[in-house]
Antibody
Framework: QVQLQESGPGLVKPSQTLSLTCTVSGGSISSGGYYWSWIRQHPGKGLEWIGYIDYTGSTYYNPSLKSRVTISVDTSKNQFSLKLSSMTAADTAVYYC???????????????WGQGTLVTVSS | SSELTQDPAVSVALGQTVRITCQGDSLRSYYASWYQQKPGQAPILVFYARNNRPSGIPDRFSGSSSGNTASLTITGAQAEDEADYYCNSRDSSGNHLVFGGGTKLTVL
């Protein structure tokens, strides 16, 4: 059973950079075949895809966040990470990591999710 | 703004059938996936692509697609189906993923 677990600070000051890590267990990132996404949810709002990475380090980002987002992977630790710069109160959200399937050019879905971690931006 | 549009709220009587829809131009080219989220919990995948239901998801959940609209149907809704439902697919470029705004399902 694949499990994902987010870790990182629950409180970030405005203008700082958020760093979160997702640790994957029950499966190896380096085995390929999957992508690894970050998704966030503002309080009381809907889901927002941030971006994904594959085991080679190839990335795609949400165009609305692209200038501030970096996703990286460490296959030796079976982890992938999110950095979001220039944080503001508008970035306060629950951040999820999820295993992502992109199949046959037409199919995409997230089959395993972390429990999510609340990040609050406040001085 | 989302490229996938969902009705904000839908209600259904216990045991009846409800359809939750997701509209977007990209759905003419790409399949949708559907997620159920209950308060304080992470979303779970309940249906994806043409006809795929993950293991453990009751068979009362089904999906369909026509033109620019994807639908999630719950046949015989149960009290435990009360939740927020989100669709997801690729955007019109095909390179990025996008969620619908979500539909709050109330089981009466």
């Amino acid at each position: 059973q694949v499990q994902l677990q987010e870790s990182g600070p629950g409180l970030v000051k405005p203008s700082q950079t958020l760093s979160l890590t997702c640790t994957v267990s029950g499966g190896s990132i380096s085995s390929g075949g999957y992508y690894w996404s970050w998704i966030r949810q503002h309080p009381g709002k809907g889901l927002e895809w941030i971006g994904y990475i594959d085991y080679t380090g190839s990335t795609y980002y949400n165009p609305s966040l692209k200038s501030r987002v970096t996703i990286s992977v460490d296959t030796s630790k079976n982890q992938f990470s999110l950095k979001l710069s220039s944080m503001t109160a508008a970035d306060t959200a629950v951040y999820y990591c999820a295993r992502t399937n992109l199949i046959s050019g037409t199919t995409s879905y997230f089959d395993y999710w972390g429990q999510g971690t609340l990040v609050t931006v406040s001085s | 703004s989302s490229e996938l549009t969902q009705d904000p709220a839908v209600s259904v009587a216990l045991g009846q059938t409800v359809r939750i829809t997701c509209q977007g131009d990209s759905l003419r080219s790409y399949y949708a996936s559907w997620y159920q989220q209950k308060p304080g919990q992470a979303p779970i995948l309940v249906f994806y692509a043409r006809n795929n239901r993950p293991s453990g998801i009751p068979d009362r959940f089904s999906g369909s697609s026509s033109g620019n609209t994807a639908s999630l149907t719950i046949t015989g809704a149960q009290a435990e189906d009360e939740a927020d439902y989100y669709c997801n697919s690729r955007d019109s470029s095909g390179n990025h993923l996008v969620f619908g705004g979500g539909t709050k399902l109330t089981v009466l």
